[in-house]
């Protein structure tokens, strides 16, 4: 028997985990071809690594009594990406499933009353994505996603979420192909320093878009890897649209995409100071029940972010 979806639904706060990538290359020394986590799923070493990753995090979602979403390590576990690896679609489908089931082993260990874990299957843009080189419609979207979207529906999540999205209609393709499947989606999308999607798109008109080509199916929107001083003002302008944000996921650097594709050495911050700018978007964003990091964060951003949310509501 199916066991209910645990769902952020604005009950309670939950956490994500922070730059999964970043921190098995910079901190861990471990080596993700095409910047892929799922490869670590074929190497014991690589499991063992994850599973002591998001044990880290759970530790924190303990301590301070709120909910998970354990996102599996599966962003770059599309098909133009697994074939560039090597991957046959049938073994990209098993290490999905795989994903998967490591996510439920880990739950299964770790859930308590006051930390419910959601199991997430993650996807990615099908380009880079920071600058894709080629746009696809969302019809075209919908059939490029829809076979993963498809394996993880099977194996149980209780959503799936797609991060670092540049446009517009790969996300109403996803969100259709999720509605299709019967799994709620999250759509994530990535922003510039000047607040807007790298297409160019400002983001109120990306969320717009997707819900009024998806008939409003995605649970709610996020942003990630994006530092928040790069986004902030976009918040400031009064707007309904808001409240469909659930979720921010930043990276700990104040430097652009550009930037961080071409440094040699990871910028991690400032974890307080990071928390402390999450704090001030907490007004603008009413309906935010998850708070996460990207690039260049670890434990000590997520714990000091969480720490902070927390003191704020328990001080109104």
């Known amino acids: 028997m199916t066991p209910a979806r645990r769902l952020p639904d604005g009950s309670r706060l939950y956490l994500g985990d922070g730059g999964l990538e970043t921190t098995m290359i910079f901190e861990r020394g471990l080596e993700l071809p095409c910047f892929a986590s799922f490869t670590l799923l074929d190497r014991p070493e690589g499991v063992e690594a994850l599973r002591d990753y998001y044990r880290g995090y759970l530790g924190i979602a303990k301590r301070n009594g709120v909910g998970f979403t ?6 770059r576990a599309s098909s133009d990406w697994g074939e560039q690896l090597g991957y046959s679609p049938s ?6 499933r795989r994903a998967v089931g490591l996510a439920e082993e880990i739950r299964e260990a770790e859930e308590t009353a006051a930390t419910p874990i959601c199991v997430c299957g993650t996807l990615g843009p099908r380009g880079d994505a920071y600058a894709p080189e080629e746009l696809m419609s969302a019809g075209e979207a919908e059939r490029y996603h829809a ?11 209780d959503m799936v979420a797609v991060y670092t999205l540049a446009y517009a209609e790969e996300g109403v393709g996803i969100a259709r192909a999720a509605a299709a499947a019967g799994v709620p989606a999250v759509i994530s999308f990535t922003l510039e320093t000047d607040g807007r999607l790298p297409s160019g798109e400002p983001l109120e008109e990306a969320i717009a878009q997707v819900d009024a080509e998806s008939d409003g199916s995605p649970a709610y ?3 990630n890897c994006a530092h928040p001083s790069h986004f902030a003002s976009v918040l400031e302008a009064p707007g309904e649209w808001k409240r469909r944000i659930g979720g921010i996921r930043a990276n700990a650097s104040r430097r652009s995409h550009q ?3 071409e440094a040699t ?5 400032s974890p307080p100071e990071l928390a402390g700018e999450y704090l001030s978007l907490k007004e603008a964003l009413p309906e935010v029940r998850v708070l996460g ?7 000590r951003h997520v714990a000091g972010i969480c720490e902070r949310w927390l003191a704020d509501a328990g001080s109104s």
């Open 265 to 269: 050495e990871l910028d991690s911050g």
């Open 221 to 223: 929107f996020m942003i």
């Open 293 to 299: 990091g990207c690039c260049g964060t670890d434990t």
């Open 259 to 261: 930037e961080l594709d």
């Open 147 to 157: 076979p993963q979207i498809e394996v993880f529906a099977a194996a149980g999540v």
């Open 70 to 75: 354990l996102d599996t390590p599966t962003w």
């Open 91 to 96: 073994a990209l489908a098993d290490v999905n």
